[in-house]
């Protein structure tokens, strides 16, 4: 069973400031990883995902994510905070077998972007 | 315009009552998904369809039904409302081995 865990259920930082969010995920077999973003009252939207290849993913709005394979890990960085990055931050594991239907969301992570 | 819609936006009812929710999309996408979204639980995938006429149960699926007969339309139905239903829906799409596109979700209270 596959399992996504992200530390840090709300963060904040200041405008201009590094962004970290941290996600481990647990998988028996290779994964896929995703991060989505989720504004209020709105759906989730992609913001990058690794499958295969290059291990340093670029998404979009600035954010960039690396796969640790020894880490079991998939942080999401930006370099600079932006006020409208605020909103609530999701890691997602699927495995390469089941792909459409094995989807495994992380608890989430509320990001703050302080003045 | 190309997208996955939901229907309604915002429900309240109450226990013992039927409610249906909507999911719509226009890309073909052969997958649909029904999540549900709780403080402290992230998205639970409620049930699956890998296309019309297939689905499947996910990780929450007592008390609710789904059908699929046509595939843009993955509609899902609480028989008899319950208090512990209270929750954010969320309908998503995808092809095979791409990633899910969701709607802006479905607030239901159970009251």
């Known amino acids: 069973a596959q399992s996504v865990t992200q530390l840090g259920s709300h963060v904040s930082v200041s405008e201009g400031a590094l962004v970290l969010l941290r996600c481990n995920y647990s998988s028996s077999v290779p994964p896929y990883l995703f991060w989505y973003v989720q504004y209020p009252n709105q759906g989730l939207q992609l913001l990058l995902k690794?499958?295969?290849?290059?291990?340093l993913v670029k998404g979009i709005n600035g954010f960039e994510a690396e796969f640790k394979k020894s880490e079991t890990s998939f942080h999401l960085t930006k370099p600079s905070a932006h006020m409208s990055d605020a909103a609530e931050y999701f890691c997602?594991?699927?495995?390469?077998?089941?792909?459409?239907?094995?989807?495994?969301f992380g608890p989430g992570t509320r990001l703050s972007v302080l003045p | 315009d190309a997208g996955i819609t939901q229907s309604p936006r915002y429900k309240i009812t109450e226990t013992g009552r039927q409610v249906t929710l909507m999911c719509h999309q226009t890309?073909?996408?052969?997958?649909m998904f029904w999540y549900r979204q709780d403080l402290g639980h992230g998205l639970r995938l409620i049930y699956y369809?890998?296309?019309?006429?297939?689905?499947d149960k996910g990780e929450v699926p007592d008390g609710y039904v789904v059908s699929r007969s046509k595939t843009e339309n993955f509609p899902l139905t609480l028989e008899s409302a319950t208090r512990s239903q209270t929750s954010v829906y969320f309908c998503?799409?995808?092809?095979?081995?791409?990633?899910?596109?969701f709607g802006d979700g479905t607030r239901l209270s159970i009251l």
């Open positions: 369809s890998a296309a019309a006429d297939i689905t």
């Open positions: 997602a594991v699927s495995d390469q077998d089941n792909y459409g239907q094995n989807f495994v």
């Open positions: 890309w073909s996408h052969s997958y």
């Open positions: 690794y499958t295969t290849g290059a291990t």
């Open positions: 998503a799409s995808s092809w095979v081995n791409q990633p899910q596109h």
